[in-house]
Nanobody
Framework: QVQLVESGGGLVQAGGSLRLSCVAS????????MGWYRQAPGKQRELVAF???????EYRDFAKGRFTISRDNAKNTVYLQMNSLKPEDTAVYYC???????????????WGQGTQVTVSS
């Protein structure tokens, strides 16, 4: 059974940095895309960044220049390095992965449980 476990959230002052990690495990044949969403209180979940097989990465405008997504394919892990954090970055951050569990299976999306990031002013 596929599981995604996040870590690295916490409380940081504005201008500080955090590094989120997300490890996928359990019955994985191949991981296509991995990425991060976030959800602030009272707002809809929004995409932050993603990385697809082959190395292409994409960022939302608010993340460009401040956040960096990277993957360690050998460890089935995706990271989100967040620098120059702002109070408006406060949210629960969720990782996701599009995973095939066998050669003949279609890709399904799996989600982590979320990790809280709080940026104080």
């Amino acid at each position: 059974q596929v599981q995604l476990v996040e870590s690295g959230g916490g409380l940081v002052q504005a201008g500080g940095s955090l590094r989120l990690s997300c490890v996928a495990s359990g019955g994985i044949f191949r991981i296509n895309a991995m990425g991060w969403y976030r959800q602030a209180p009272g707002k809809q979940r929004e995409l932050v960044a993603f990385s697809v097989s082959g190395g292409r990465t994409e960022y939302r405008d608010f993340a460009k220049g401040r956040f960096t997504i990277s993957r360690d394919n050998a460890k089935n892990t995706v990271y989100l390095q967040m620098n120059s954090l702002k109070p408006e970055d406060t949210a629960v951050y969720y990782c996701y992965a599009d995973i095939r569990t066998s050669l003949g299976a279609i890709s399904s999306t799996y989600w982590g449980q979320g990790t809280q990031v709080t940026v104080s002013s």
